[in-house]
């Protein structure tokens, strides 16, 4: 199980220079954050000794391997000690990415939203407007190197967060984190994860209010057997801004540096 959603390798057999390819960028820019004219969030809310994490918002005119390109500049930035760790706070278009454990018959009738593969762990699914998704790019030596911890203060992390907004989630072995409804146990939050030098990448997926008939086009994270749903499926009418505050808040008494 834990390999479906963690990529990476030894970290000592890594170098400095170690990526892996990135798919075709076509027309995409991969120059730094500042081509993509994002700013610094509003951290007047945070603990004032984390106001100091580089935390980048970036909207649905990005395309996604534009910030798969934004990763590995800030992950190298953190290994070569040039750049700060940052949290990437991302409203993707429309896209179906597939993780390192992905087959092709996890797609169904996709129709003409793209696909791209990615270097993540885990299988399929999709990111869109109405789906919060964050990349923590932070250094792990200077918390634990511990992976399966890492995976587990993650879940945690969006447990906190939903709590603040009245709703009981959970872990399980399927990853990710999941609530209880009248159809079963459905997952509103997935996770996949990759690191290099222990420096973190990729990261969670939290479904505020996406469209959620695009799930229906694959076979969400290989699970076939259960559901997926959202916060506004849950009844919780809460705005994105909203929940960044939320997920901030948690993330910082969380992941900060002690």
Request: proline letters at 5%; hydrophobic letters at 35%; glycine letters at 8%.
């Amino acid at each position: 199980m834990f390999n479906n959603f963690y990529n990476g390798a030894d970290e000592k057999t890594r170098t400095s220079t170690d990526k892996s390819p990135l798919p075709p960028q076509g027309s995409a820019s991969t120059n730094s954050a500042t081509s993509a004219q994002v700013t610094q969030t509003d951290t007047k809310f945070l603990p004032k000794t984390q106001a100091n994490m580089h935390i980048i918002p970036i909207g649905t005119d990005t395309p996604y391997q534009h910030v798969t390109t934004m990763q590995e500049d800030a992950v190298q930035a953190v290994i070569d000690g040039t750049g700060p760790e940052t949290l990437f706070m991302v409203e993707h278009p429309s896209v179906y990415t597939m993780g390192s454990s992905s087959t092709d018959s996890d797609l169904k009738n996709i129709g003409d939203i793209p696909v791209v593969h990615t270097g993540r762990g885990g299988k399929v699914t999709y990111h869109g407007p109405g789906q919060r998704v964050v990349y923590p790019i932070l250094d792990l030596k200077q918390r634990e190197r511990d992976v399966r911890k890492y995976i587990s203060n993650l879940q945690q992390w969006l447990i906190d967060s939903l709590a603040d907004v009245g709703v009981q989630a959970f872990a399980q072995d399927d990853v990710g984190v999941w609530v209880k409804s009248p159809a079963g146990d459905e997952k509103i939050a997935a996770i996949g994860v990759r690191i290099r030098r222990w420096v973190t990448f990729h990261g969670i997926a939290l479904n505020v209010h996406p469209n959620m008939e695009h799930f229906t086009r694959i076979v969400p994270c290989g699970i076939a057997d259960k559901g997926v749903t959202s916060l506004q499926q849950l009844g919780m009418d809460i705005s994105m801004k909203d929940m960044d505050k939320i997920l901030l808040k948690h993330f910082m008494c969380r992941f900060g540096k002690k």
